[in-house]
């Protein structure tokens, strides 16, 4: 028994040594109400500035400064002896030859034999950290004297409540006048009670509506008081409570009448339907104030418009028009008169827009601030102009081709003759041979294509400041300016003739289209436009007498084509408006017979796509579906004519956003058909292209008004005219397997 003890006390002595060696302040203690000392090492004496003989009093002595910090600790340890916990840490404060101490205590708990307790403590510095906390305390304790101070002295009433008790926090001096009582009295009351007279919450309380960093502004006439408050309110954070902060002015004060004055200038100017900015006229850049509508204007937020343009003016304004803007200031300047002009502007997204701008300038001497500036006021009429543009284009131009119509050509020309009446210029009749017979034989859909291709044939052929126009059906006249001799005007002539001729050259089934033409020339046959169009109107009748596919210059010896004047070409023109009906024929029926006997359907279609496909003699019939979701085709079923390749094995899974807006094509009856797939847009052209496709006739099928897919047939050996048979029986077939296949996809969803 002696051995085991000597034994305990040699490692006691052991690891006493090793605590005397550690480089951190330790203490061993008695877990009791002085926490008595048992043992502590060197660098615990030196960091408490104690002797080695420690005071009987225990711990508690070191805290004779600040007791409350021992007994925190204290019941700190007996607490955790309580739980059964045998580790603890918390942060204790003592005083060391006059300064304060900061220190993390971190103690260990061990029972005895006897049920007695003893802890052994290790004391970490962190002297650093809490005096920057005590920093804080301080500056926040002296801001919040501050600000005791600046709401005493404000000229308006300030109380703080608590937003859940309702209790007032704060009031300062103008508030207390106002309410004719003392801080004293109103602090720790109800606000309803006090301000109000009420003994509930006010119904009309604004608790609810306060959001964090945001200032909620209202009037209020309060009937204890008999007095109208302008009042603003929001939420904040005050010595740990949700409170609310409410500054208001009262309707006797000054700063209440001044925000009166404002609110009617707010008001009068949200009536201004237009954009308002100040400019600083000493840069003629900087902008110093602007409403809402100016930014729309611009397409910027305040905030983009600080980052983005830096208050800077001439980041939007069109180049040409600053300079244009700085003169008429020059003039404003001198005058003071005001000015109305038309600018333009470019928005955030690069859009050039056209306003209505009216400027005034006003002096230094004259300004609220003392800085010269120049008020504006805008309107963007950008859509107006444009409305303007595409009433003045419909009213000029030729609905079908594009050109000018009749009246564009007259007016246009009247003006260039008097602008330029010492010019060689010449007038130019054509009337298309034997134009009804197209018409008759290929339908009215054709003809007007054949119209389309001869105006976009002539614009390309002459200059862009000659005139191009259609005059009535099938008649189209060219003004030719400034020539240099007669030669010229039938070197254009001769040009055209062989335009006309091989236009439709290169078609699968060619097309064969002649014009006749008659020439005038100014000033030599006639000094106006009326004179030179019965000129040229002569000149044509006679290349018609002369076989057609040619043209006549006027020739004022031959005086007896005047007699024939009533039989000209005026006057002439197509019925464009004419439609024809449409009627089924025996390939229909021959059709639908296939897909109504043969009890294998995919082969039925497959047989009807061949038969189509060989008697319109295409080169390429075929079908596309769509997913149920309407975003992907796919070519289910095609017929290929001899020489022709195959795609359907890559146009599987096609989807219709790649090509654009693909259903738009089908937006006349359902059908959509191209002669040349060049005129398409790129990316059609690509799609096309790339299948070898150079003509193509596309009917579009439905299914409960929803795009279900279509039937096409291409072309690929060259240009093709889809004649109104051609269109009308092909839309009529594919509407009849469209129906079998919305059969087909009812009995798979059945299955």
């Known amino acids: 028994m002696e051995q085991v003890k000597q034994e305990n006390d040699k490692l006691g002595r052991m ?8 480089p951190i302040a330790v203490s061993r203690h008695c877990l009791d109400q002085k926490l008595t000392l048992h043992w502590a090492n060197t660098e615990f004496y030196q960091l408490t500035g104690g002797e080695k003989a420690f005071p009987s009093a225990g711990l508690k002595a070191l805290f ?20 059964g916990l045998s580790r603890i840490t918390q942060r204790i404060s003592i005083t060391v030859n006059g300064k304060r101490v900061w220190l993390c205590a971190s103690a260990v708990l061990k029972q005895g034999s006897d049920d007695s307790y003893e802890v052994v403590i290790c004391y970490t510095p962190i002297q650093e950290p809490m005096e920057k906390q005590e920093r804080i305390v301080q500056s926040e304790k002296e801001m919040t004297e501050n600000f005791k101070w600046m709401m005493s002295v404000y000229s308006g009433n300030v109380y703080i409540s608590d937003m859940d008790s309702y209790e007032l926090l704060y009031v300062n001096k103008h508030a207390c006048d106002t309410l004719q009582t003392s801080a004293s009295q109103l602090l720790g009351r109800k606000c309803y009670e006090a301000i109000q007279g009420l003994d509930a919450p006010c119904p009309f309380c ?12 209202w009037e209020f006439y309060n009937p204890n008081l008999k007095r109208t408050f302008m009042i603003k309110d929001r939420m904040l954070d005050w010595f740990g409570h949700r409170a609310r902060i409410e500054l208001s002015y009262d309707m006797y004060s000054e700063e209440y009448k001044l925000a009166k004055k404002d609110q009617e200038r707010e008001a009068i100017l949200k009536t201004i339907p237009a954009g308002m900015v100040r400019i600083d006229a000493r840069d003629n850049n900087t902008i110093l104030w602007y409403n809402g509508i100016f930014l729309e204007m611009i397409g910027y937020t305040p905030e983009q418009l600080e980052e983005e343009l830096h208050y800077g003016c001439r ?3 069109h180049p040409d028009d600053i300079e244009r803007i700085l003169l008429l200031r020059s ?6 008169d005001n000015v109305v002009l038309e ?4 928005n955030r997204f690069q859009e050039e827009r056209v306003w209505t701008v009216t400027l005034c300038y006003v002096s230094g ?29 419909k009213a000029e131009k030729d609905a079908l081709t594009g050109i000018n119509n009749r009246d564009a050509m007259k007016v246009q020309i009247k003006n260039y003759l008097q602008e330029q009446p010492d010019t060689m210029n010449a007038l130019i009749m054509i009337d298309t041979d034997n134009f009804k017979q197209i018409n008759d034989t290929l339908g009215h859909i054709t003809g007007d294509l054949v119209l389309s291709e001869m105006a976009a044939g002539m614009k390309k052929i002459v200059r862009k400041s000659d005139l191009v126009g259609r005059i009535g059906g099938d008649e189209f006249t060219i003004f030719i300016k400034n020539i240099t001799s007669p030669q010229t005007a039938e070197e254009k002539a001769e040009e055209l003739l062989s335009m006309f001729r091989h236009l439709f050259i290169r078609e699968k089934k060619p097309l064969k289209v002649t014009c006749s033409m008659g020439i005038a020339l100014y ?17 044509l009748y006679q290349a018609k007498l002369h076989g057609k596919n040619n043209y006549h210059m006027y020739d004022p010896m031959e005086q007896s084509t005047l007699e024939l004047l009533n039989n000209s070409s005026l006057g002439a023109a197509i019925d464009s408006e004419q439609r024809y009906a449409e009627s089924s024929d025996n390939l229909a029926r021959y059709v639908f017979r296939i897909l109504y006997q043969y009890e294998n359907l995919d082969e039925a279609i497959q047989l009807v796509l061949e038969v189509v496909g060989k008697q319109f003699d295409v080169s390429r019939s075929y079908i596309f579906e769509n997913t149920e979701d309407g975003r992907c085709g796919a070519n289910t079923y095609e017929w290929c004519n001899e020489g022709i390749t195959s795609q359907r094995e890559q146009l599987q899974d096609v989807e219709y956003s790649a090509c654009g807006d693909y259903e738009s094509l089908f937006k006349d009856n359902h059908v959509f058909y191209c002669r040349d797939i060049t005129v398409l847009p790129s990316v059609l052209v690509d799609l096309f292209t790339d299948q070898g496709i150079h003509s193509t006739l596309q009917c579009a099928f439905y299914d409960r008004e929803i795009f279900s897919g279509f039937v096409g047939f291409d072309e690929c050996t060259g240009h093709r005219f889809w004649t109104r048979e051609e269109i009308s029986s092909l839309s009529l077939i594919s509407q009849i397997l469209a129906i079998f296949l919305k059969l087909k996809r009812m009995e798979n969803r059945n299955r």
């Open 343 to 346: 600018a333009r502007a470019y």
């Open 64 to 83: 004779s400064t600040d007791l409350q910090e021992f007994y925190q600790l204290r019941d700190t340890l007996l607490s955790a002896k309580a739980q």
């Open 365 to 393: 001497e004259d300004s609220w601030d003392g800085i010269p500036s120049l008020y504006s006021t805008g309107l963007d009429i950008t859509e107006e102009r444009r409305q303007l543009e595409r009433l003045r284009h």
């Open 315 to 317: 980041s939007y304004i």
């Open 15 to 22: 690891q006493a040594q090793m605590i005397e060696e550690l």
């Open 206 to 217: 604004t608790n609810a509506h306060l959001k964090k960093d945001q200032t909620y502004e």
């Open 523 to 539: 000033p030599r046959d006639g000094e106006s436009f009326q004179e030179l169009y019965e000129c040229a109107d002569k000149a």
């Open 331 to 336: 003039k404003l300047k001198k005058t003071g």
